[in-house]
């Protein structure tokens, strides 16, 4: 993943409620197993990379198997998917072969599905209390384009004030 991305998902993070942060969780494993995906399908693969791509994929899968609430009983049916994802990861880092990767990436996108459709009726404040409200625009530059971002309360405390 690349420092563009990290960027972005970072925004997102910045405004998103919890059920919204678990689809994101969901994304971003998606995203390194992906990237472990592309390593493998090149002619002379980084097996490096993509053992790296899928430890990153497998520390996420984690972080979603340990906010589980486990008083709901559909609680301990997404820990077993999650165990299962995690167990295929492990036997792929193992092996140093994507056998498995497409179907982690499967259950990974069904439950991602599943989670947006939830997250969509989800209405609740965002988890992190007091961060920057963005607004994208762009300024110019002798030779570039940057995307700028303003916390409408610290603008309206800028210029003159009688």
């Known amino acids: 993943m690349d420092n563009e991305m990290i960027k972005d998902y970072t925004l997102k993070i910045s ?29 002379s693969p980084d097996k490096e990379k993509a053992v790296n791509a899928m430890r990153k994929a497998q520390s996420f899968v984690a972080e979603l198997r340990g906010s589980l609430d486990l008083s709901y009983g559909i609680s301990f049916e997404l820990l077993r998917l999650y165990r299962y ?9 193992a092996r140093e072969d994507a056998n ?7 259950v990974l996108n069904n439950l991602r599905k599943a989670f947006d459709k939830v997250a969509d009726e989800d209405h ?15 300024t110019y530059g002798k030779d570039r384009m940057d995307q700028i971002s303003v916390d409408p309360a610290e603008y309206s405390k800028r210029g003159f004030m009688a």
Request: with cysteine; hydrophobic share 40%.
């Open 85 to 93: 994802v995690n167990q295929t990861l492990a036997g792929c880092i």
């Open 100 to 106: 498995g990767l497409r179907s982690v990436k499967t």
């Open 124 to 138: 609740s404040e965002p988890v992190i209390e007091k961060a920057e409200k963005i607004y994208a625009g762009l």
């Open 15 to 43: 405004g998103a409620n919890k059920s919204r942060l678990t689809v994101i969780i969901f994304d971003i494993a998606l995203e390194y197993t992906d990237e472990a995906l592309g390593e493998f399908e090149k002619d």
